[in-house]
């Protein structure tokens, strides 16, 4: 049985947990034939959104398992860089788009380090800047990042309405942060993200256009959808136990299935819905 922190344990125990060819760590659009198909319906919609070209510069912030780019770099003939907090992830993601033999790097970094001599087409966040503090620092950031009419899109969860509803997501994401903290003095590396915040739509799509950008377009993505995909994250890690536990140990198999058992309860529609959010950089010149 191998330490919490090992790179192969972790990776394995994600992997299985998550499904399919491309792990995503986000929302699935079902209805698909295969769990791996449901995931594609998800990125082709961002390939859609992002209009993406062969040859295109995507930056992927939060990469989770890398995925998400090598699949757009396989299907859509894009380039780009990938980063996560988590190393682990940033090597898996490297093998991956190694075996898939497309262009991509991913790097272990915050997005507050993260430097580039050559812009980006398009830079991307899917389930992710919630654990960022300031959305606002996040987005005047990218526009660094992102060449004179880039474009961002950003697939995240949005409170309804920033009084009575938050107070319901504000429990669930006290209990999680709980179970971060907990799970550290445990001694596994659970979830390393910080802890944030979620906002309204009106909030973040003011945050852009206090960033200067130009909001496109907002796509509601299904909070039934999200449920079910989270449901079947649970589902694996119940029905996998004994091989998971195998990995890791019983004690960070219980910490990792109960944060996913409480990710669950913040999927609520009556408290949340799910977009993606584009929006563009203005071009230089007249
Ligand atoms: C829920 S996962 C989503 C992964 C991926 N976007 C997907 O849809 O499968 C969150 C990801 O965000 C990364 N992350 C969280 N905070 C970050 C930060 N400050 N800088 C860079 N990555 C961060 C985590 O390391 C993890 O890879």
């Not at 620092?137 to 949005?158: K, S, T």
Request: aromatic share 10%; with cysteine; hydrophobic share 40%.
């Amino acid at each position: 049985m191998g330490s919490p922190s090992d790179t192969a344990e972790l990776t394995e125990f994600f992997t299985r947990v998550l499904g399919g060819e491309w792990h995503l760590y986000s929302s699935h659009i079902l209805g698909h034939a295969t769990e791996t198909e449901n995931q594609q319906a998800k990125l082709d919609l961002i390939a859609e959104r992002l209009d993406l070209r062969p040859g295109a510069r995507v930056l992927d912030i939060g990469c989770g398992w890398g995925g998400s780019l090598t699949y757009l770099a396989s299907r859509y003939g894009v380039t780009g860089v990938g980063i996560s907090l988590v190393p682990q992830q940033c090597a898996y993601a490297n093998r991956r788009a190694e075996r898939h033999g497309v262009p991509l790097e991913f790097r272990p970094s915050h997005w507050q380090d993260f430097e580039t001599d050559e812009p980006f087409d398009a830079v991307m966040t899917t389930g992710v800047v919630v654990h960022f503090p300031s959305l606002l620092d996040y987005f005047v950031r990218a526009r660094q990042w992102l060449r004179p009419g880039g474009i961002l899109l950003n697939e995240e969860m949005h409170l309804l309405s920033a009084d009575a509803s938050a107070s319901r997501a504000s429990r669930a994401l006290a209990a999680l942060d709980d179970v971060r903290k907990k799970g550290r003095e445990a001694g596994g590396r659970l979830v390393v993200d910080e802890e944030g915040n979620y906002v309204t739509l009106d909030e973040e799509t003011a945050l852009l256009r206090e960033a200067g950008f130009e909001v496109e377009r907002v796509v509601p993505l299904s909070m039934a959808d999200y449920q079910k995909t989270v449901e079947g994250w649970v589902d694996n890690c119940e029905r996998l136990e004994a091989e998971l536990t195998e990995l890791t140990g019983r004690d960070v198999y219980r910490w990792y299935r109960l944060y996913f058992r409480l990710f669950r309860r913040l999927i609520d529609d009556r408290t949340m819905r799910l977009d993606v959010v584009t929006a563009r950089l203005p071009n230089d010149g007249p």
